[in-house]
């Protein structure tokens, strides 16, 4: 019976589905179950591409909430960091999407609202805001076609790249 049990819990491991008490068999990986592929390194690039100079593209911001540093996101930065030496430092997040090409992108988040060293010296006539730039990805949409592969949209991302002392809005 522990036998049994064993490789009970091995198949169903591998990708089985156990239904009223008889074993069934399924793929493992879900690209498989779905039947769906992923488009090759040059067809994405291709895709990226052609997203860069695409007209009206629907637009996102990148924002990971709160603090993502505290779910150990963040890049550490080294001593001399521009980042640690500006009036208005940041930290540098990591933003992981699997369905997003590239699948990885990191951004700045501003670690103060008001530009100082520390909360003695702050100037609060001023506030911290964060210098964005747009970048092109793809998204991974619906599978289908021809081909069976995974459809991917462009998309416009705003990326905060720095922090900079400005006057409040």
Known sequence: MAS??????????LGGALVSGSVIPTTAAPEARSGC?????????????DCTSANNPE????SAGLNPCETGTCVQPSEND?????YCPWQVVIDSD??????????????????GTSPADYNYTMVCDSVS???PV???E??????????????????????????PQ
């Open 98 to 115: 699997p369905n997003r090409f590239p699948t990885e992108i990191s951004y700045a988040r501003c670690q103060s609202i008001f530009p």
């Open 37 to 49: 592929g992923e488009p090759s390194a040059a067809q994405l690039s291709q895709l990226l591409s």
């Open 138 to 140: 793809l998204v991974r």
């Open 133 to 135: 730039y747009t970048k």
């Open 82 to 86: 521009l980042s640690q030496r500006a």
């Open 4 to 13: 049994f049990i064993t490789v009970l819990f091995s198949f169903l491991a």
């Open 59 to 62: 637009t996102k911001t990148l």
């Open 142 to 167: 619906e599978c289908g076609g021809a081909d069976n592969t995974y459809r991917y949209k462009c998309v416009h991302l705003t990326v905060p790249n720095a922090c900079v002392a400005a006057m």
